[in-house]
């Protein structure tokens, strides 16, 4: 699909869509219940479509009634083996492989070309020890054992999602377990959500000491009755549409969320200066917006951007690859991403989302600015379908081929 972007002034209001990270962590703890659940305020974003499946894959019944999910979980039913079909989540696919080794014999997860490639290595390395098997046959990961209660050490700075599969996991087991995440930690915000929604869930992970958590065994998940907070990770994309100069509202977003990107705001006011440092290491998923705010403003120099190349893409070479048809210059190294001042240039070249949602997000929030063309814009839907309609509602002139 090919978005083609005039030159647009968007006035108006808009919602925020549903957080993601809460709708996935909510389905998660429903289907692990025994009984019925009820999460309101959600979308059919691929990544929540793909995580719908795998909680049926569980054993839960889900049914649809307007914005609103009902799930009747399968509790403690224990399966002799499962598929999952996690499409491009790498969310639902590291979240459920615990809980999957929780609950069945053998279990074989696919998705797309990319997710089978950005892998599961941390599980690899810590899941044998615990008589779980990881094997990588035809582009699919297939899963055997029986997950043991134990002592899990975790390092911090690959993917906070790994954790959370294992606390979603490790309630489920005979036995009490503990989780010691190494240190650096980032992006420990997406680890406080998942501690948030399993206390709504009746589970409690008690933090003995920094980043180490005691998980008591035989817990039981009760049902949920809850409506997901709005999404400050797409909100962000809206913000920087702000300082771009357009006037949008946004309502439906918590201030003291726990989520980590609600510091958008303020990472957009350092950019709004020349000399801007900014660390991303917590709030990662902000990068490519970021950037582009950057080349639009007075630059910036920007910290903790390794796992940048672990995303949907590698984000920071695809940011280059792309503002360079804006006529700027990043630099790229391992640990940081440095974005030159001097502003934006209408593109005149055909701009690419290289299948990543954030990545067409960051260059249509340039394109409201200057014009211009982007291919696979459909990326969009991973976790924001209606982004093109709600844009076109305030004002956008685009047309969608």
């Not at 499409?87 to 696919?93: F, V």
């Not at 074989?108 to 490639?117: C, K, P, Q, W």
Request: charged share 30%.
């Amino acid at each position: 699909m090919i978005a083609k972007l005039f030159k647009s002034e968007l006035k108006g209001k808009l919602s925020a869509v549903p957080s993601k990270s809460y709708v996935h962590r909510m389905l998660i703890c429903a289907a692990l219940a025994d009984g019925e659940s009820e999460i309101s305020n959600y979308i059919k974003s691929e990544d929540i479509l793909a995580s719908i499946d795998c909680i049926k894959s569980l054993g839960a019944e889900v049914t649809e009634e307007g914005d609103t999910l009902k799930i009747k979980g399968s509790g403690g039913k224990k399966l002799r083996d499962g598929v999952f079909k996690c499409r491009e989540s790498g969310s639902t696919l590291r979240f459920f492989i615990p809980v999957a080794a929780a609950k069945c014999s053998s279990s074989v997860f696919t998705g797309s070309e990319r997710l089978m490639e950005r892998g599961v290595g941390i599980y690899e390395d810590i899941l044998p020890e615990k008589k779980v098997f990881i094997t990588k046959d035809n582009g699919e990961i297939r899963v055997k054992g029986a997950l043991q209660p134990g002592v899990y050490e975790i390092p911090g700075n690959i993917s906070s999602q790994y954790i959370t599969g294992l606390l979603f996991a490790l309630p489920l087991l005979g036995g009490d377990s503990e989780i010691r995440v190494i240190p650096p930690v980032e992006s420990r915000a997406y680890i406080d959500i998942t501690i948030e929604v399993l206390k709504l869930a009746g589970i409690c992970i008690r933090e003995t000491k920094e980043n180490t958590f005691e998980i008591k065994g035989n817990a039981k998940y009760r049902p949920l009755k809850e409506r997901a907070e709005g999404d400050w990770s797409n909100a962000a994309f809206i913000y920087a549409m702000n300082g771009l100069g357009q006037d949008i509202e946004m309502d439906g977003l918590k201030n003291d969320s726990v989520q980590g990107d609600r510091i958008c705001r303020e990472h957009f006011k350092r950019l709004d200066r020349p000399g801007a440092v900014v660390d991303i290491g917590g709030c990662i998923d902000l990068g490519p917006v970021l950037f582009a705010y950057a080349a639009a403003k007075h630059g910036g120099r920007f910290t903790g951007t390794e796992r940048l190349k672990i995303k949907e893409s590698d984000r920071a070479a695809v940011m280059a690859e792309e503002l360079k048809k804006f006529g700027v210059q990043l630099q790229v190294s391992e640990k940081e991403v440095i974005v030159p001042e001097g502003g934006i240039k209408a593109p005149v070249e055909i701009l690419d989302g290289h299948n990543d949602h954030r990545i067409v997000m960051a260059l249509c929030a340039l394109l409201t600015v200057t014009g211009g063309e982007i291919k696979g814009a459909e990326a969009v839907k991973k976790s924001y379908p209606g982004f093109f309609e709600d844009l076109r509602r305030i004002g956008l002139n685009v047309e969608i081929n």
